[in-house]
């Protein structure tokens, strides 16, 4: 069965309701061995798109990840991108802000961490946590010291997707292809998981009581994810809701849509000049000899 990456993506002004995209749906694979080789086969050529993506240096790509604590973010992006060049991607999270970062406004601390061309960025989380988290916890954005004067409660969030939208058609406009990942989990998914790190001394170190406190406040995150895709998906810089409680879907699901992504550009190799070409000549001669 084949992986269609639109069936995914939300259409843009188009509203959301999460209650009414899947978090689980039937395996594209048979079995795990099935699922190891399907998985195989797309980092193959996910690998060799990337070695493109650098050779003709005009794109970047943006991978930006986005869920809830447990849904898969960082096993996603481990396997996923384990056959790309470390030369050509870099992966960035970004945490809760820092005194640097909150002296500045919220962007400044992802744009710096933007992907050169030819080259994949990935955010793990980004600066979609100031229209989530930080929607959920207003107390995060009184410490961002924001004039008063320019603080229109009302309207916050709303300016802040415009903010988010301006750099985004920015960064199209300038050859940086935008991809956004909602790994869509469910509440009680995320409760064996949590049970999981409990029970497994190796993922211990994965749980903390904050992940639980944060459990109470689903509702409130459902809500903001659901405004936040909604208005910020666009034909340039779309979202797509990957069900997450199946991890290996999850996986093939994602690295099927980046390969469409980059498969969209118009890439190719650098042809040699007429005067490169004698050159190569000349020096493949010399070398035959």
């Not at 259409?11 to 699922?35: A, I, M, N, Q």
């Not at 962007?107 to 793990?124: A, D, H, K, S, V």
């Not at 010291?145 to 802040?160: F, G, N, T």
Request: with cysteine; net charge positive.
């Amino acid at each position: 069965m084949k992986i269609e990456s639109e069936d995914f993506r939300v259409r843009e002004g188009k509203e959301v309701k999460l209650k009414d995209w899947p978090t689980r749906v039937k395996p594209f694979y048979r079995s795990k061995e099935h699922c190891q080789e399907m998985l195989s086969d797309h980092i193959k050529v996910l690998s060799r798109q990337q070695g493109l993506l650098y050779a003709h240096n005009r794109y970047a790509v943006l991978l930006i990840f986005q869920a809830m604590d447990a849904a898969g973010k960082d096993g996603a992006i481990k396997h996923v991108m384990s056959g790309i060049n470390p030369q050509g991607c870099e992966v960035f999270s970004f945490k809760h802000p820092g005194t640097e970062d909150l002296a500045h406004d919220f962007l400044w601390r992802t744009t710096c961490r933007l992907p050169e061309r030819g080259r994949i960025g990935i955010f793990n989380r980004s600066y979609y946590e100031e229209v989530l988290i930080v929607r959920v916890h207003p107390e995060i954005l009184r410490a961002q010291q924001i004039p008063e004067e320019l603080l229109d409660k009302k309207r916050i969030w709303e300016k802040r997707y415009c903010s988010i939208l301006d750099l985004e058609k920015h960064l199209h406009r300038n050859g940086t292809c935008v991809v956004k990942f909602f790994l869509h989990l469910s509440k009680d998914e995320q409760r064996q998981r949590f049970l999981e790190r409990i029970d497994n001394p190796e993922k211990n170190w994965k749980f903390s009581q904050a992940d639980l406190a944060e459990r109470k406040f689903w509702k409130d995150y459902m809500k903001a994810y659901e405004d936040c895709l909604g208005a910020t998906s666009t034909d340039h810089a779309p979202w797509y809701i990957v069900p997450a409680d199946d991890k290996e879907n999850a996986r093939l699901i994602i690295s099927q849509i980046i390969l469409d992504t980059l498969k969209s550009l118009k890439m190719s190799y650098p042809e040699p000049g007429k005067a490169h070409r004698r050159e190569l000549q000349s020096v493949r001669q010399l070398l035959a000899k």
